[in-house]
């Protein structure tokens, strides 16, 4: 049973072409969260969602955006990608906002042109 | 936040226990310990926690030392399916940044 879906699995983008990733949850969770992993290297969070409160970490770049439309789903923008924004993108979900009970989704590979 | 320190790496013989060990000399009164798994190619995955006491679920067992400035977490049968990256976070349930962080992890390589 899916709970976080991440579509596609794979994406390749030309540089400073705008790209979207989605993100969609069956749990019905209040909060939503974007990742960014590179390789060998550990998830960063990006920004989260607690309901339509948009929350973004001090040192995400401006050139990363989201939009979380309803309960269920979730974008992340790249306005203009550099190289050095190929990477793993992970969402995920939790039942309240402060929980560290954290829900994953599979993941979108994003690959830079 | 409380640093964690963990093995870079580790070993287990298939269907033997596994045991993952992280220091967390520095946690405060309120911080829990969580734990994370990543498969490769997957997102993570969320284990178990606990404050002070050892808890248990159907995935592992976390053994928290009296003083909690350290865990064990424990596959108690380890099979290939469990080779990934256990990641140890220490972290306030009430923290407003709500950030988790994720540290290096220990990438645990389950043999035949």
């Known amino acids: 049973d899916a709970m976080v879906i991440q579509n596609p699995r794979y994406q390749v983008t030309q540089f400073g072409k705008p790209v979207t990733l989605s993100c969609s949850q069956t749990?019905?969770?209040?909060?939503m969260y974007w990742y960014q992993q590179k390789s060998s290297q550990a998830p960063k969070l990006l920004f989260h969602y607690y309901d339509k409160d948009f929350n973004n970490e001090a040192d995400t770049p401006d050139n990363f955006q989201s939009r979380r439309p309803n309960t269920s789903f979730c974008f992340l923008d790249i306005r203009s990608p550099g190289l050095g924004d190929a990477a793993m993108y992970l969402c995920?979900?939790?039942?309240?906002?402060?929980?560290?009970?954290?829900?994953f989704g599979p993941g979108t590979r994003l690959t830079v042109t | 936040d409380a640093k964690t320190t963990q093995p870079t790496s580790m070993d287990c013989a298939e269907g033997r226990a596994a045991n993952l060990p992280c220091n967390h000399s520095t946690i405060s009164g309120n911080e829990y310990v969580y734990w994370y798994r990543q498969i490769h190619s997957q997102g993570p995955q969320y284990i178990i926690h606990g404050l002070k006491n050892n808890e248990t679920n159907e995935m592992a067992s976390l053994i928290i030392t009296e003083d909690r400035k350290s865990s064990t977490l424990i596959l108690p049968h380890a099979t290939l399916r469990d080779t990934a990256v256990y990641y140890c976070?220490?972290?306030?349930?009430?923290?407003?940044?709500?950030?988790?962080?994720f540290g290096g992890g220990t990438r645990l390589m389950v043999k035949p």
């Open positions: 749990l019905n969770h209040n909060v």
């Open positions: 995920a979900t939790s039942r309240v906002r402060n929980s560290y009970e954290q829900y």
């Open positions: 976070i220490v972290r306030a349930p009430n923290n407003a940044g709500n950030m988790l962080t």
